[in-house]
């Protein structure tokens, strides 16, 4: 998961850069006018891709965390038995 999360916000990243240097910019030239509903959902959008790449990355940590938190009690706990 955490190879494919540096690369899907790097694209995102590009995405950005790529709809205000290639989309935005020339729209804003051509009609002299800031297009605010294109704007706002674009930057909604990514920002919620962003968002949930972010909350299912902490999940996971939390998860991996307590399952070695859970391995490490069992470790002492069978260690203790047998003597």
């Known amino acids: 998961m955490n190879k ?3 690369w899907i916000v790097l694209l995102v ?5 790529w709809f205000l240097e290639f989309f935005l910019k ?5 009609l002299c006018f ?7 959902n674009w930057f ?3 920002g919620v891709e962003l968002l949930a ?5 902490i999940a996971k940590v ?8 859970e391995q490490g009690k069992e470790e002492i706990d069978g260690g203790n038995e047998g003597g």
């Open 4 to 6: 494919y999360s540096k």
């Open 26 to 30: 020339p729209l804003m030239l051509e």
């Open 13 to 17: 990243i590009l995405l950005n850069v």
């Open 53 to 57: 790449l972010a909350t299912i990355t």
């Open 44 to 46: 909604r959008f990514t």
């Open 62 to 69: 939390v998860v991996d965390g307590k399952e070695k938190k």
């Open 34 to 40: 800031e297009p605010v509903t294109i704007i706002n």
